[in-house]
């Protein structure tokens, strides 16, 4: 299995505002559900359950 390249800034930020969209499109009652089907989409496309469990207690550091 390949090392994905990490994203750029500009990447980074293309995909913020993405998400952004995303979310205000789904709406305040459906941004819970979206956010889930979105992250259960990436878990399956880095494939490694362990690598998504360090990237869920990263994302819970300073909430």
Request: proline share 10%.
């Given at each position: 299995m390949t090392?994905?390249?990490p994203l750029t800034v500009p990447g980074?930020?293309?995909?913020?505002d993405a998400?952004?969209?995303a979310i205000d499109q789904a709406g305040?009652?459906?941004t819970e559900l979206f956010l889930v089907k979105l992250a259960l989409l990436q878990a399956n496309a880095v494939g490694d359950p362990a690598v998504v469990r360090k990237h869920i207690?990263?994302?819970?550091?300073?909430?």
């Open positions: 090392t994905p390249t980074l930020e293309d995909v913020y998400l952004a969209t305040p009652d459906k207690n990263a994302a819970l550091q300073d909430l």
